[in-house]
């Protein structure tokens, strides 16, 4: 059983950073694609940004975070990263992540891809 624990959200003007944290128990992290998801309120959940295992040497993004966001692991902790800059009230929402099933993967933006996924960390942003 893999637990993933999402910290890092808060309140912020429009315009302003934030950086998200998801800490991952287990000791098969390096191996396994993850992401990052988003939900608003009254809307579907969707894909934020993926990154490969880490020898794949992949990211993803949705097209409105490029440029804006970075997402990144850091094997030794077990955790992955979003840095968000440039936030926008569209942005805002809770935020997921999740380890997608396949071991060695490259990454993927659909949700069925992912077998395990944390409780979510809001974002608000302030116009």
């Known amino acids: 059983q893999v637990q993933l624990v999402e910290s890092g959200g808060g309140l912020v003007q429009a315009g302003g950073s934030l950086r998200l944290s998801c800490a991952a128990s287990?000791?098969?992290?390096?191996?396994?694609?993850m992401g990052w998801f988003r939900q608003a309120p009254g809307k579907e959940r969707e894909f934020v940004a993926a990154i490969s295992w880490s020898g794949g040497g992949k990211t993803y993004y949705r097209d409105s975070v490029k440029g804006r966001f970075t997402i990144s692991r850091d094997n030794a902790k077990n955790t992955v990263y979003l840095q968000m800059n440039s936030l926008k009230p569209e942005d805002m929402g809770l935020y997921y992540c999740?380890?997608?099933?396949?071991?060695?993967?490259?990454?993927?933006?659909?949700?069925?891809?992912?077998?395990?996924w944390g409780q979510g960390t809001q974002v608000t942003v302030s116009s």
């Open positions: 999740a380890r997608e099933r396949t071991m060695y993967g490259l990454g993927s933006a659909i949700s069925n891809d992912y077998d395990y």
């Open positions: 287990g000791r098969t992290f390096s191996t396994y694609p």
